[in-house]
């Protein structure tokens, strides 16, 4: 008897106690109001679900009990029995307006074009027919779509200015409590959660996360969280933590993440090919990890191809761009980009020229380091920092910048990345050729002839580079000895490409 009662003591401890994770401030945890950035995207999951879900391994049943695909274009989801948040069963026709609703206000997360239709052939079974083949469907869209409540959502004119605390009503294993931009997120156990009972009574997200390393650490350091994830640019502090925390567990994982150097595409010499291969042969790529990052264990050098060598569709047989400043030079020289009046500094078109590179503070120091590299060959930039990501990507958007050092996720896990990142960060590139290859990967009816089409757009990216690659960052999980979870990497990452640990299946018992 007093065994059993240690043990539902200690349960009861377990349940009660709270994790404490530093991720950031990303937006409300709703489908219409995160900030569209991956950490937005981990944080809405733990209130919402979809119909699959992945583990480390692949896809797994999560509202949907199981599926058939029909035919290719086909699948029938079978729902199993759960519940929204307010206690109102969870149907078919929830799964069918979900649908419907983000198609009809453009959800910005995820295009739902490719879905022809989506109907309810009974209270728990659904069919959703595509407009043409995908053989990651599962993976990008059944996998991504948080399903809404219809009897909430229905009412809602504009779903992007629904702030009352219906919109948080969902199925996930976590319900939203409050939350502040300074202080983060709280989130408390679902007790209507369908599956396995949450491990932890509360979640606190706290702001110290992986794009301010340093308080992170130090968060980390002194005990104030229990959690945090880091790119590989955070080397010499991960070193740090180690020394000062015993037995802290350190994981290393694909980050699926790229560092870039981006161009202004909308003005010249920005938007010409010899320009871009010009700044290419410009940079020592392996100088610029080992001098920002600090080691080759934590971080790749940058590939024309921008697919990272660890990706099972990288394609090794494209152009390359070896650092070589006297062809850079002659390339400039041949543009009519010179140094007419012997100051160092390049002209563009007689005039006085200062390319402005703009990054936030956490990549002044490669920023830095890229200004020397082009300054040997005479391109003297000014840099701009700003203070997030968030403000680099506006200023990017007005185009008030000619190169930018930015970055972004679901680089290397997902092939039919390639059809959207190019246009969805940094100034769009529109090349025909290219996106005749990519519309090719979205349509494909099998994975190895859409890697085979992913693999030709690889040859046409690095022949006109309209991003260069500068480093691909391995991910660092760091936790506390105390903390009583185990961190996984997803298969392909959460949501077809979000590489960060956090997902909720390490939050249930």
């Not at 401030?25 to 981990?42: A, E, H, Q, T």
């Not at 002194?222 to 991960?238: C, F, P, Q, S, Y």
């Not at 050098?301 to 062809?327: C, E, I, L, Q, R």
């Amino acid at each position: 008897m007093k065994v059993a009662q240690a043990l539902l003591l200690i349960s009861a401890i377990a349940f009660a106690s709270t994790l404490r994770i530093g991720l950031g401030n990303w937006g409300l945890p709703s489908p219409f109001l995160f900030y569209p950035r991956g950490p937005g995207y981990v944080i809405t999951s733990f209130v919402f679900d979809t119909l699959t879900w992945k583990n480390s391994t692949g896809i797994i049943p999560w509202l949907a009990q199981s599926w058939e695909q029909l035919n290719s274009t086909a699948w029938v989801f079978h729902l199993r029995k759960a519940y929204w948040s307010d206690g109102v069963p969870i149907t078919a026709q929830d799964v069918v307006f979900t649908f419907n609703y983000l198609k009809e206000h453009h959800w910005t997360w995820r295009s739902l074009d490719s879905i022809a239709y989506v109907k309810a052939l009974n209270s728990t079974t659904v069919l959703v027919v595509l407009k043409r083949p995908n053989p990651f469907f599962l993976d990008q869209i059944a996998s991504t779509v948080f399903i809404i409540p219809k009897h909430i959502w229905e009412k809602v004119k504009d779903p992007y200015a629904f702030r009352s605390k219906e919109a948080f009503i969902g199925s996930g294993p976590y319900l939203f409590a409050s939350y502040s931009p300074q202080l983060g997120y709280v989130f408390k156990a679902n007790p209507l959660f369908w599956g396995p009972k949450p491990k932890f009574e509360k979640l606190l997200v706290v702001t110290s996360g992986i794009f301010n390393a340093r308080a992170a650490v130090t968060a980390l350091v002194n005990k104030e969280i229990d959690t945090v994830a880091l790119m590989g640019k955070a080397w010499r502090l991960i070193k740090f933590a180690k020394m000062r925390i015993p037995n802290l567990e350190v994981q290393k994982g694909p980050m699926y993440w790229v560092l870039f150097l981006g161009f202004n595409l909308d003005k010249y010499p920005y938007n010409v090919t010899e320009f871009r291969r010009a700044i290419a042969y410009s940079l020592n790529l392996k100088e610029l990890v080992l001098k920002a990052v600090g080691s080759l264990e934590a971080a790749i050098p940058g590939t024309p191809n921008y697919v990272p060598p660890y990706s099972y569709f990288y394609n090794p047989d494209v152009p390359k761009y070896p650092y070589n400043p006297t062809k850079a030079e002659e390339i400039l020289n041949s543009l009519g980009i010179r140094d007419v009046n012997g100051d160092g500094c390049r002209e563009l078109n007689g005039r006085t020229w200062r390319p402005l590179l703009v990054t936030t503070k956490n990549y002044l120091q490669e920023a830095l380091i890229i200004r020397d590299m082009l300054k040997k060959v005479g391109i003297c930039v000014e840099v701009k920092t700003l203070q997030s990501m968030k403000q680099l990507d506006q200023v990017v958007r007005r185009g008030a910048f000619d190169l930018e050092i930015n970055g972004h996720g679901a680089d290397g896990n997902d092939p039919t990345a390639l059809s959207w990142f190019f246009k969805v960060f940094g100034t769009p590139w529109k090349d025909e050729e290219y996106y005749r290859i990519v519309k090719e990967i979205t349509s494909s009816p099998t994975v190895k002839q859409a890697i085979e089409y992913a693999k030709k757009a690889q040859v046409v990216i690095a022949k006109k580079l309209p991003r260069i690659a500068l480093y691909y960052p391995y991910e660092y999980v760091l936790t506390l000895p105390s903390a009583n979870v185990k961190w996984f990497f997803t298969y392909g990452g959460i949501d077809g490409g979000i590489p960060l640990p956090y997902n909720k299946l390490a939050l249930l018992r």
